[in-house]
């Protein structure tokens, strides 16, 4: 018995292009699976066998192979690469027993890389690390090393050498030290003396403390059999119970059989087996094109499963239940144009076959347009389906203009009450809508007394719920961040039916929706923008533009690139990874990932462009239907709670649900109850954080937007002295000229107005500013440039100093702006640093939007100057009426300026 090998389930996961095909062809190959390795760029790949793989040289469906090793008998998954088809990628990820992690040398650590990352450990998912492409020129290891371990994991440990099942210089004190900071016990261990056995790496592993990372060619079959061996003996193998569990991870069909591909997770399965009521009648093994039948699949084997027509992905067999939530999800939908000629329910019905093996396309048929909408990854995805389509079904089908996929969510928990009683019917639901954390979707409970309903009309209610995807009341958006609660109902001996319940349910929901505070929410990316240092000013421009978010660069050791990270909604963004490409010269690059729903940034806009009008929707109605005197009377949303049959107590709050908020705080303002009124997106964001809505939100609103001319004001008044208000004479107001030489004097100035305005426009200071970029300053000139790749603060500083001399020397009023500075609270903030004014914008304002208002609005009176290299905000400051000075001019003549004073200590 000792000597069975143990069943294992590895997966193969990759960015696009990083060699995840290439490395399990040799994988198979190592091990004598197949004869030949084939190449993805010669189309002779074992694992790609739909054609539209082999011309794209991309894996579009997980696949299955098998090969053996010396204690293990392995199911490989090899996985999709593009970011399009990663919902496939994730499926797969339930059920493995480990993964390999392959890394693009030259691209290193990238977003999709990131987004796996999050998965694998989402999943728990024990993984190996293989760094491929390692024979192109100028790869260093060690550089490598490092970058995995600080933005991936620390446990990134490199295994080489002739033992691979250890560390390389395993008995390295540093080695010994890395892996004991990976575990408390281990650390206590090690710091009393004991060194680190190579027997406790398994379990790091499993716990996925330590990632083992190995350097090769896929392609040149270097660095394979290291790999091997390493899954072979560190990796650990559960036991899994006598009793029959499957989880199934995805359906195809094969001409007309319908397979449901499965992990066996206890016990085995056997040729007519029922499951659920219905037979087994096939069960197979398969290996990229090939597959064989057998008659008995054991615990820990991946097989394709004939005969079962109700599973889907996501099911529970056995002992496993069902699970159907995915961290990836579709972020635009799309009108499926269908020929001329076209039945919409027949082509509705076949479509319906992809949406079994995608769940994520979320079909939905509009009766009335007899419209077909999905739900798409990406473009790629979209040609997949349009050859899928023709292939199984023998007709073309396009797509329409891609939109955002928005969805809807409460602020205030809400009773929704639904009654559906036309002659001879009867049912009556009372549920509890309340807010949920971000991201949670939709949840469900069951708090009904059994004297309202028996238990049976419980259940039925409840799969009525769960069943529905309910449509919110602002644009119809799927609704999402509510938990459900069923707390009562009630039923008639005689009259009451199954779908009596269901009508009741659905009317319930709806009626609660059109009570609560709704918000629209929409898809949020996380972005990691890298460009070289001279671009920063510029992407952060754009990002601002965009409505998106982020904080100070990260300013690379040679100073040479910055690194952005923030957020930004997926509306917003559309191709800028193009515009980047575009104004770096190609050395710019962006990787996103979706983040969440948040509240929309322009939801006013968005409701209205969609024009939905929820009363006039009558398959989502929050309207009842009661009967009085022998006649179904149909009770609009909002007078229903008026004519329920049951009083559940509950009441809406004199408060957030009810009280409006004044007029001057504007539409979409509610009131708290004491005496505070807050803005529904800032309570909704305050929600997802934790924390309690800013009431400065309106209460200070005025003071906030004059907030950048206060700023301005303070610069004047330091340079000229307090500003006198206007007076009033016989209701007419004539300002108070304040200069050195001469004051107006109150009045109609001997009945003649012309005279205070000439006499003004004399005084006039005929100052000069300049408004300097600092960090595009900071990355141009080349002592600051060197500063900062050791201490950006440091070189903050010494061209706060420069600036000072310079400004003290040419009598020039000095502005200096840095963007994005962090501070307390994020708030903008001025400091007079000797005889300079520095400007902190606020988080995620950049220096370029600061110096445009200020240069638009002091050139109306100054002679405005501004130093920046940044092409697009020399254009714009042109069209304020400013002077345009280069960072390079600018710092020619700090260095001529700098001459004049050493001349002048000189003498």
């Not at 899994?240 to 319908?258: C, H, L, M, Q």
């Not at 009630?490 to 059109?514: C, I, N, P, W």
């Not at 050395?587 to 996103?592: A, Q």
């Not at 954080?689 to 003071?703: A, V, Y």
């Amino acid at each position: 018995m000792d000597n069975i090998k143990k069943n294992m389930v590895l997966g193969i996961l990759a960015h696009v292009d990083a060699g995840k095909t290439t490395l399990s062809e040799a994988l198979l190959f190592e091990t004598g699976a197949i004869r030949k390795a084939g190449r993805v760029d010669h189309g002779d790949a074992h694992l790609d066998t739909f054609d539209l793989e082999k011309e794209r040289g991309i894996t579009i469906f997980s696949k299955e192979a098998r090969f053996e090793t010396a204690h293990r008998s392995i199911s490989l998954l090899d996985t999709p690469g593009h970011a399009d088809f990663s919902p496939e990628m994730e499926r797969t990820l339930r059920v493995l027993d480990c993964a390999v992690l392959v890394i693009s040398a030259p691209d290193r650590v990238t977003g999709q890389v990131r987004t796996l990352w999050r998965l694998l450990r989402h999943y728990n998912v024990p993984t190996y690390i293989f760094v491929n492409k390692m024979d192109q020129p100028g790869m260093e290891a060690d550089s490598i090393l490092e970058t995995l371990k600080s933005e991936l994991s620390g446990g990134c440990i490199e295994f080489s050498g002739d033992d691979v099942t250890i560390p390389a210089d395993f008995s390295n004190d540093n080695v010994q030290e890395e892996i004991a900071v990976l575990d408390e016990n281990l650390m206590t261990d090690y710091l009393e003396g004991n060194p680190i056995k190579s027997d406790v790496l398994p379990s790091l592993i499993r716990d996925q403390k330590l990632f083992p990372v190995f350097f090769g060619s896929a392609l040149r079959m270097e660095g394979i059999r290291p790999l091997l061996n390493a899954l072979d003996t560190l990796t650990l193998i559960p036991d899994y119970p006598a009793e029959f569990g499957a989880r199934v991870y995805k359906i195809s069909r094969d001409e007309n059989t319908r397979l449901s591909w499965m992990k066996i997770t206890g016990g085995t399965l056997k040729i007519r087996d029922m499951i659920n009521d219905e037979k087994v009648n096939q069960i197979r093994l398969s290996s990229g094109a090939r597959s064989e039948l057998i008659q008995e699949a054991s615990a820990g084997m991946i097989c394709a499963v004939a005969g079962l027509t109700t599973t889907h992905i996501g099911s529970g067999l056995g002992t496993e239940t069902d699970d159907t939530t995915e961290l990836l999800q579709p972020i635009e939908s799309c009108r499926i144009i269908l020929p001329e000629g076209a039945d919409p329910v027949k082509s509705f019905a076949d479509l319906r076959q992809l949406e079994e093996e995608e769940p994520m396309l979320h079909l939905s048929y509009n009766e009335e347009t007899r419209d077909i909408t999905a739900e798409i990854m990406g473009e790629v995805q979209t040609e997949i389906l349009r050859r899928l389509t023709l292939d199984r079904f023998g007709y073309p089908i396009d797509f329409g203009t891609p939109e955002i996929v928005y969805k809807e969510t409460i602020l205030n928990e809400v009773e929704g009450v639904g009654h559906f009683e036309p002659l001879r019917h009867y049912a009556e639901v009372h549920i509890m809508l309340t807010p949920s954390d971000p991201g949670s979707g939709i949840t469900f409970e069951n708090k009904c007394p059994r004297d309202y309903l028996t238990v049976n009309f419980q259940r039925l209610i409840m799969t009525n719920l769960e069943e529905k995807a309910h449509r919110g009341v602002l644009t119809g958006s799927e609704i999402t961040d509510i938990k459900i609660t069923l707390i009562a109902g009630k039923s008639h001996e005689k009259h009451t039916e199954g779908g009596d319940f269901r009508q009741a349910s659905y009317r319930a929901v709806r009626q609660g929706l059109m009570m609560a505070e709704s918000v629209l929410l929409e898809p949020v990316l996380s972005f990691t923008l890298e460009v070289p240092s001279g671009n920063v000013g510029r992407a952060m421009t754009d990002i601002s533009e965009m409505h998106g978010s982020t904080g100070a660069p990260e300013i690379s050791a040679d100073g040479n690139r910055a690194v952005l990270t923030g957020t930004i909604p997926a509306s917003e963004l559309k191709d800028y990874s193009r515009t980047v490409a575009a104004y770096t010269a190609g050395e710019g690059h962006l990787s996103v990932q979706l983040k969440g729903y948040e509240p929309c940034h322009n939801a006013d806009e968005v409701i209205e462009k969609r024009g939905y009008i929820a009363d006039l929707d009558t398959r989502n109605t929050g309207s009842s239907v009661f009967c009085i005197h022998g006649v179904g009377t149909i009770i609009p949303w909002d007078q229903v709670r008026n004519y329920m049959h049951i009083d559940t107590g509950w009441r809406p709050f004199n408060g957030v649900d009810t009280e409006a908020a004044p007029s001057e705080f504007g539409e979409n303002s509610f009131a708290a109850g004491d005496d505070t009124f807050y803005d529904r997106t800032e309570a909704h964001r305050a929600r997802q954080s934790g924390d309690r809505p800013d009431t400065r939100t309106f209460k200070e609103k005025e003071h906030d937007r004059a907030a950048f001319d206060k700023e301005l004001m303070d610069i004047f008044e330091r340079t000229y002295g307090p500003i006198k208000k206007r007076v009033t004479n016989n209701d007419d107001d004539y300002p108070l000229v304040n200069s050195a030489e001469e004051t107006v004097p109150k009045g109609p100035l001997g009945g003649d107005p012309k005279y205070a305005a000439a006499v003004k426009k004399k005084n006039e200071p005929k100052k000069e500013y300049l408004l300097v970029d600092g960090y595009n300053m900071i990355f141009a000139w080349p002592e600051l440039k060197s500063l900062a790749s050791r201490d950006i603060k440091a070189a903050r500083d010494r061209l706060m100093d420069i600036l000072s001399n310079y400004a003290g020397f040419e009598k020039e009023n000095v502005i200096l702006v840095y963007d994005a500075y962090k501070v307390n609270g994020g708030q903008e903030r001025i400091m007079r640093y000797h005889n300079i004014d520095v400007v902190f914008t606020r988080e995620a304002e950049t220096a370029d939007l600061y110096i445009e208002k200020a240069a638009h609005e002091l050139s109306k009176k100054y002679t405005v100057t501004v130093a920046t290299s940044d092409n697009v905000e020399q254009v714009i400051i042109f069209g304020a009426g400013a002077y345009r000075l280069s960072a390079l001019n600018f710092l020619e003549k700090v260095k001529n300026t700098e001459n004049a004073i050493s001349e002048l200590i000189g003498q």
